[in-house]
């Protein structure tokens, strides 16, 4: 594959996601339950750290957690962005009149700012969206303050686990999700490459659902996924999906993996 054709690839990916998100806007809040777990999840282990003053959050969404981190430190200047003006446009409106938060459509993987800007660097439930992590982490590395930290919730690769399992038995074309889910070492190892103090827990989260249709209804008004399906998923094919997924999990249910992380700039004598 060339170095063309890659970033094709890639940029083509980024706009298919950046669709999916703007397409479920104005229905994402009212269907993230794990989401809006996790966010709260990430939000307690911000409050056990120090108060940052200056904090930029990638991948805002809808400002679940935008709106967490305002109320829990309303002095603190906050910049929150997001690459969906669709999801911005929500956040804007969830957050009117907070005069310590300004929002930006930007790509969060891509964003360049000066040196030693931000106290902390946050993200709930996005950085399994990039392409290149380890890029980003440089670059989240130079803008953080000597002392300041990066902590982030994202999703890793048991999520979804049953519909995964189930699709590979039953419709094995079927277009994959288009995250990039990382194992827990692997992450380990590119975030302990440009930060100290490295520490990452993992949680897992299960929800039962009616209907094959109810979880995938959710994953599409997320954003998430499903919606690379539309016109291809025809009734007989959903009953078989369904019957199989039944018969392997005894129900309907998804898991959803977890990993918090929370590191440290590296002073400059590392």
């Not at 209907?211 to 399906?229: D, V």
């Not at 025809?234 to 039944?246: D, G």
């Not at 005894?250 to 990993?259: N, T």
Request: charged letters at 25%.
């Amino acid at each position: 594959m060339s170095v063309d054709t890659l970033m094709t690839t890639e940029r083509d990916r980024k706009q298919a996601v950046q669709a999916a998100f703007a397409r479920a806007a104005d229905t994402y809040d009212a269907h993230v339950d794990v989401q809006r777990d996790v966010a709260e999840g990430l939000l307690r282990r911000l409050l056990a750290g120090p108060a940052p003053v200056r904090i930029l959050e990638i991948g805002c969404g809808t400002g679940n957690l935008t709106q967490g981190l305002a109320n829990a430190w309303p002095e603190a200047q906050i910049l929150a962005i997001d690459f969906c003006p669709e999801m911005l446009a929500v956040a804007r409106r969830k957050l009117a009149g907070r005069a310590n938060v300004a929002f930006e459509a930007a790509d969060g993987e891509r964003i360049v700012a000066e040196e030693g800007l931000f106290d902390l660097i946050t993200s709930s439930a996005a950085f399994q969206w990039f392409d290149d992590l380890p890029l980003a982490a440089r670059r989240f590395a130079q803008m953080l303050a000597p002392a300041g930290r990066l902590a982030f919730a994202m999703f890793g690769p048991g999520t979804f686990r049953e519909l995964t399992q189930v699709l590979a038995q039953v419709w094995p074309e079927a277009v994959p999700a288009a995250a990039n889910f990382l194992e827990a070492e692997t992450l380990r190892a590119l975030m302990s490459a440009q930060f100290c103090q490295v520490e990452i827990a993992e949680e897992n989260y299960r929800r039962e659902y009616p209907s094959l249709l109810e979880l995938l209804r959710k994953i599409q008004h997320t954003g998430t996924g499903a919606g690379q399906w539309h016109g291809m998923l025809s009734p007989s094919r959903l009953r078989r999906i369904e019957a199989a997924y039944r018969a392997a999990e005894g129900g309907i249910a998804a898991s959803y993996q977890v990993y918090f992380c929370e590191a440290r700039r590296k002073s400059i004598a590392a």
